[in-house]
């Protein structure tokens, strides 16, 4: 029920922060989404959206940064178990 | 970056678990429970409870408003769209959740009510637009993730001056029902269930933020790690959780940083306090009447809360009595414990809740973790 989807704003049209929408790829399904709750969201970037409102921007420097360290985390797995028996699954 | 895909990469959520492994020699046991119907989709649709070690255990919470929502509630949305002048508009979570006598809003819609399925609150005011002869109800279901579209529908409602618009308001809320599992004899005084520590909400967080859990970590001395409903996220935030327990700390830990803030969502969380109020209790199924855990109309929008319009009240119903589903929201059983699941009651032809929705631990169990069961029962035959 509380599923929100990654979509990039492709553009945005409205001033009024009520009527406000961006349309919106979701991996190239285009849908029109409210923009009232982010009213920050700029064209090119990621949001969240939930049953027609978009929830929250993504913040793309922090996303970067945790997959980042979690690459990093299963390369070094991996070179310390070359033959790829490294974990406990 | 697609904020998908990259969250599903096998080799990273191998070593994670790797890690997990290694953190988790300390205890002989760690028991986390994860809140929302979304992780526990996520955590049956991709195995991770084969990728963690067997004494790291995942228990399902009363995440999932569709799972929650007691049958009386249902039986009362039924008896209201078999009124010849009202079109429900309904999410579609809930059109197939069995109500009294094995009724449900999609046995009704077929014996000629008028009930439309729905994708956002404002399509049920686009359709209260068209059709000015209609009463429109929006049967609004959801916790804080779904309840700002409510509020927005209402907001403009109000503006363009509708008439023939309502809401008929089941929104509920997260931390009472953090708390209410977390004051339950089962887990304070009886020690049934014993929950070393939560996963987080994630889209719900989205809007409160990560302060509200704050309380739970102090009061109760639990660590949270609030988690995205990608594997890689659930995975990260078990390591979290573990390393917590390990040294000892109990604090609200965000991995979902890249949608979650300290303080949520201000617009719409101004926006649900502009209309809706706390009700003194609410009943979920499972967790009994809850207080100040959930929303009504406030006074200066009723105009547009179909309880008072159509003076709805709740009868008393019952749930079917072999269904276990309480008992497994509550976390103190599992859906093989019920006596219904996979006999009477399969996705196809759900007895209880928790069966309907994709995100009832029923029915993620159903839909994954039987084909796992039957591997264990049978280690000959399972595909490695």
């Given at each position: 029920m509380c599923l929100a989807i990654p979509g990039r704003i492709l553009s945005i049209r409205g001033e009024d922060p009520l009527v406000r929408v961006g349309r919106i790829d979701f991996g190239g399904i285009v849908k029109e989404i409210s923009l009232a709750y982010t009213p920050e969201a700029r064209p090119g970037e990621y949001v969240l959206a939930h049953v027609g409102f978009a929830m929250t921007v993504i913040d793309e420097v922090e996303a970067r940064r945790v997959l980042d360290e979690l690459r990093a985390l299963a390369e070094s797995a991996e070179e310390s178990a070359p033959d790829g028996v490294g974990y406990h699954a | 970056m697609k904020h998908i895909a990259e969250y599903r990469d096998g080799r990273v959520a191998r070593a994670l678990a790797a890690r997990i492994a290694d953190a988790a020699a300390v205890r002989s046991s760690y028991r986390f429970m994860e809140f929302c119907g979304g992780h526990t989709h996520a955590i049956s649709r991709y195995g991770l409870e084969d990728l963690?070690?067997?004494?790291v255990r995942l228990i399902h919470g009363p995440g999932c408003p569709v799972c929650v929502l007691p049958v009386g509630r249902i039986d009362t949305a039924i008896r209201l769209s078999e009124r010849p002048d009202v079109t429900l508009c309904s999410y579609g979570d809930l059109m197939r959740v069995p109500g009294s006598k094995r009724t449900s809003l999609l046995k009704a819609k077929a014996a000629g009510a008028d009930i439309r399925m729905i994708y956002s609150a404002t399509d049920a005011l686009r359709i209260a637009e068209e059709e000015p002869q209609r009463q429109v109800v929006l049967f609004a279901i959801g916790f804080e993730t779904t309840t700002p579209p409510t509020a927005f529908a209402i907001r403009l409602a109000a503006r363009l001056g509708l008439q023939n618009f309502t809401v008929f308001c089941n929104h509920v809320l997260t931390p009472p029902a953090i708390q209410s599992i977390l004051d339950s004899p089962d887990v304070r005084e009886l020690g049934r269930v014993r929950l070393d520590g939560f996963i987080g909400p994630a889209h719900v967080s989205t809007v409160i933020?990560?302060?509200?859990?704050a309380f739970f970590a102090e009061e109760f001395a639990k660590p949270v790690v609030i988690a995205g409903f990608e594997p890689l996220d659930v995975m990260q935030a078990v390591l979290m959780l573990v390393r917590q327990i390990n040294e000892g700390r109990h604090e609200v830990e965000n991995q979902y940083g890249r949608a979650v803030r300290?303080?949520?969502n201000e617009h719409a969380k101004a926006d649900v306090a502009q209309v809706f109020e706390l009700r003194k209790r609410f009943e979920w199924r499972g967790l009994g009447l809850v207080p100040y855990s959930a929303l009504r109309i406030k006074r200066e929008y009723a105009a547009y809360d179909a309880e008072r319009r159509f003076g709805l009240e709740d009868r008393p119903a019952r749930d079917n009595?072999?269904?276990?589903c309480g008992a497994v929201l509550r976390g103190e059983k599992t859906p093989t414990d019920c006596k219904l699941f996979g006999t009477v009651c399969t996705p196809e032809t759900p007895m209880g809740s928790c069966m309907v929705s994709s995100e009832g631990a029923c029915a993620a169990h159903w839909t994954y973790k039987r084909f796992r069961d039957a591997a264990r029962i049978n280690p000959s035959q399972a595909v490695g």
């Open positions: - | 963690l070690p067997a004494h933020g990560s302060e509200p859990y300290e303080q949520g009595p072999g269904c276990e």
